[in-house]
């Protein structure tokens, strides 16, 4: 049997105020102030709290006002709680449940403002489920068409509210009403371009980081540029035309603002920078790298990650000693100890020449580097994609001049990129 339920006897009350970003149509925080006050006074209430979150969906219950005013609630013992509408406490029908719990423990009742749920009356408790579902049912509805919108934009190229530092959003009237399309923004686009060029040219990411910082510039969040948020750059194939939203990609889907040689340059670098980084880390200098020959090809015997090499002085630090090592074996994650580099290599040397002692097998490889060379310079592919390789530098050439020719560039931009 449920417990009966035994309302505070005073005249206090606290207002719960919520506004969705996601739906325009509702009143603000501010008309809903208003309404509870007069409510309040006209009911003969006194309203000693109030509890707010903006811009926060009521599909979840992790809202800082919410979740304050249900940990307050039995303590405060307020003899009503008043609010808009049944959906301003949620748009889940289990969390709005569970909140009513806390909130009828606390001998606390429910005054809707602009719903007809009459108090104590038998109707009300199914007019109060109705309107829950009601809730819960325009918050899918409006999830679905919000993921339906997102996909056609997706299919025909469109923005879908994803900023993307060197571009703008425009109207696009052909796709419908609000459909906006992506654009080269003629202000940050030639910093995302130096940016590239700079990266390209050898110039390290904390100097373009600090230089762009000195002038002002920021990131689509406006924030200063860090070497995480230039590496989000760098990596972003958006800037060579190619427009990617969950599975759908769709190449020169919007316009291109690095030539393909720029960005493949950056691409480069920054596999070789990595690389690197990681040889800096294990007590390399770039110049031991190529002592390493099996790396990438060996691997840990106990956990599979793939090994890698670095460096150890002597006790007497006179004498520098090379190791293969797990890759996380430094990070205390695998017990296998390090591997004399000279003594793994030499065990390599020896399999490899026990295997080319093999006539069959010798005669195998010989048919699969003719196949290769074949493949590689004999294959009519080859020069096919050279050709369609030239016919895309033509294409960006031909963007490039008309892009000139409309100023989208400034002239030292236009100068530098001619």
Not at 117 to 141: F, K, T, W
Request: hydrophobic content about 35%; proline content about 4%.
């Amino acid at each position: 049997m449920a417990k009966k339920f035994v309302p505070n006897n005073n005249d206090f009350a606290i207002a719960y105020y919520r506004f969705s970003s996601h739906a325009q149509s509702d009143a603000s925080i501010q008309q809903q102030r208003d309404a509870a006050q007069k409510y309040a006074a006209g009911h003969g209430l006194q309203i000693i709290k109030e509890y707010k979150d903006e811009a926060i969906s009521g599909t979840t219950d992790q809202r800082p006002g919410f979740q304050l005013m249900l940990s307050e609630i039995g303590k405060i013992k307020p003899g009503a709680l008043i609010i808009w509408k049944t959906d301003r406490l949620g748009r889940d029908r289990c969390d709005l449940a569970i909140a009513k719990k806390y909130i009828r423990d606390a001998g606390c009742v429910i005054h809707y403002i602009a719903e007809p749920i009459a108090g104590d009356a038998p109707e009300s408790a199914l007019m109060e489920g109705v309107l829950e579902s009601m809730a819960e049912y325009y918050s899918r509805q409006l999830r679905t068409n919000i993921k339906r919108g997102h996909l056609y934009n997706a299919q025909n190229c469109l923005y879908n509210g994803h900023k993307t530092l060197g571009y703008a959003a425009e109207p696009a009237p052909e796709f419908g009403k609000d459909r906006q399309r992506y654009v080269i923004d003629p202000v940050t686009a030639p910093f995302v371009q130096k940016v590239f060029e700079d990266y390209a040219a050898g110039k390290p990411m904390v100097e373009i980081a600090k230089e762009l910082n000195s002038l002002g510039v920021t990131t689509t969040r406006g924030k200063p540029f860090t070497v995480n948020s230039l590496a989000h750059i760098l990596n972003n194939r958006a800037y060579i035309g190619e427009y990617r939203y969950g599975d759908i990609v769709t190449p020169d889907g919007m316009p291109a603002i690095v030539s393909p040689e720029v960005f493949e340059a950056a691409q480069k670098r920054l596999i070789l920078n990595k690389r690197q980084g990681g040889q800096r880390a294990n007590g390399l200098t770039p110049d031991e790298a190529p002592r390493f020959w099996l790396t990438g090809k060996l691997y840990c015997g106990k956990c599979g990650t793939p090994m890698q090499g670095c460096s150890g002085t002597s006790s007497y630090k006179d004498t520098k000693h090379y190791y293969y090592a797990c890759g996380t074996a430094r990070k205390k994650k695998c017990s296998l100890k390090y591997v004399k580099k000279d003594k793994i290599e030499a065990i390599a040397c020896f399999m490899l020449s026990e295997c080319l002692k093999d006539t069959e097998l010798l005669a195998s490889l010989a048919v699969d580097v003719v196949a290769y060379y074949q493949r590689e310079h004999e294959d009519k592919g080859y020069i096919e994609g050279l050709k369609a390789e030239r016919a895309e530098a033509e294409k960006a050439l031909n963007n490039l001049v008309r892009a000139i020719e409309q100023g989208i560039f400034s002239e030292t931009t236009q100068t530098r990129l001619l």
